[in-house]
């Protein structure tokens, strides 16, 4: 069985760090690539950043790079998001996805992720 949980979501102050982990299982995990999704309430679910197979590449979206880095460990089946000089507008449910898609450039698509966790929810206040 698939299996994504989220963590380390909670409310911070502007200007703080958190870091999200996506621990996984339940499937070849040096196989998929693993991306992060964010959704703000009344807003579509938007691409944050993905990391390769490897871990070699990462694609980061422009609203969060240079704040934002993903890794991921190999050995744990996990994946993280850290997060750097928060701001409000990063207020969302972050949401860890996998997929399976060899095609490093469609990794940014919501569509080519199968497998989803429930996600954790970050605030951040003024």
């Known amino acids: 069985q698939v299996q994504l949980v989220e963590s380390g979501g909670r409310s911070v102050q502007a200007g703080d760090s958190l870091r999200l982990s996506c621990a996984t299982s339940g499937f070849t995990f040096s196989r998929y690539v693993i991306g992060w999704f964010r959704q703000a309430p009344g807003k579509e679910r938007e691409f944050v950043s993905a990391?390769?197979?490897?871990?070699?590449?990462?694609h980061i979206a422009d609203s969060v790079k240079g704040r934002f880095t993903i890794f991921r460990d190999n050995a744990k089946n996990t994946v993280h998001l850290q997060m750097d000089s928060l701001k409000p507008e990063d207020t969302a449910v972050y949401y860890c996805?996998?997929?399976?898609?060899?095609?490093?450039?469609?990794?940014?698509?919501?569509?080519?992720?199968?497998?989803w966790g429930q996600g954790t929810q970050v605030f951040v206040s003024l």
């Open positions: 996805a996998a997929s399976y898609e060899a095609n490093w450039s469609a990794m940014k698509i919501r569509q080519v992720y199968s497998h």
């Open positions: 990391v390769s197979w490897g871990g070699d590449k990462t």
